[in-house]
């Protein structure tokens, strides 16, 4: 299992930019691949990106191709999403999470999600 904590998330306004950041825990970090799933209030969780477990094979969203990139860390145990060219519609609540395969597609490995961290775009 990967345990993770998000953090990084705020409010920024359309066009700027958040660094979101994930620290993981568990001894399957370093060999799951990792992604950024987002949740906006009534709708259902999306598949926003994915990283493989040695970054060769790295997945997005169409939404936000172009826009964000995610990285990784297995020495601090850490993933990256940086985004950019925020908009209105990116607001949600981001979670990061262990996944199956090389995260394509992106299939969370276990069924529990951990608090996430908002992100709020004004318009």
């Known amino acids: 299992q990967v345990h993770v904590v998000e953090s990084g998330g705020g409010l920024v306004e359309a066009g700027g930019s958040l660094r979101l950041s994930c620290a993981a825990s568990?001894?399957?970090?370093?060999?799951?691949?990792m992604g950024w799933f987002r949740q906006a209030p009534g709708k259902e969780r999306e598949f926003v990106a994915s990283i493989s477990w040695n970054g060769q094979f790295i997945y997005y969203a169409d939404s936000v191709k172009g826009r964000f990139t995610i990285s990784r860390d297995n020495t601090e145990k850490m993933v990256y999403l940086q985004m950019n060219s925020l908009k209105p519609e990116d607001t949600a609540v981001y979670y990061c999470?262990?996944?199956?395969?090389?995260?394509?597609?992106?299939?969370?490995?276990?069924?529990?999600w951990g608090q996430g961290t908002q992100v709020t775009v004004s318009s």
């Open positions: 999470a262990g996944l199956l395969g090389s995260g394509n597609p992106a299939l969370p490995a276990s069924d529990s």
């Open positions: 568990g001894r399957t970090f370093s060999t799951s691949a």
